[in-house]
Nanobody
Framework: QVQLVESGGGLVQPGGSLRLSCAAS????????MNWFRQTPGKQRELVAQ???????HYTDSVKGRFTISRDNAKNTVYLQMNSLKPEDTAVYYC???????WGQGTQVTVSS
């Protein structure tokens, strides 16, 4: 059974940093494309970052240079390191794999003074 558990969100001031974690079970993360999405009320879900099985990464333009997606294969966990956070980064962040099997509960990130 595929399961994804996101954690690491919270309240942070602009310019601060957070590291989100996505603990996976039921599959091995290095065998799949892994994605981080975010969603704000009233807006469509946005693909933020992606890591391919070979290690290639992709980012949406608004987070390039600030966010880094990575894997720890021994822990079967995917991470999203978020630096220089901005208020517009506020959202619920979700991880998933391609092809999509299911979604986790997400973790709330709030960037505010």
């Amino acid at each position: 059974q595929v399961q994804l558990v996101e954690s690491g969100g919270g309240l942070v001031q602009p310019g601060g940093s957070l590291r989100l974690s996505c603990a996976a079970s039921g599959f091995t993360v290095d065998r799949y494309i892994m994605n981080w999405f975010r969603q704000t009320p009233g807006k469509q879900r946005e693909l933020v970052a992606q890591i391919l099985s070979g290690g290639t990464t992709h980012y949406t333009d608004s987070v390039k240079g600030r966010f880094t997606i990575s894997r720890d294969n021994a822990k079967n966990t995917v991470y999203l390191q978020m630096n220089s956070l901005k208020p517009e980064d506020t959202a619920v962040y979700y991880c998933n794999k391609s092809p999509t099997t299911s979604w986790g509960q997400g973790t709330q990130v709030t960037v505010s003074s």
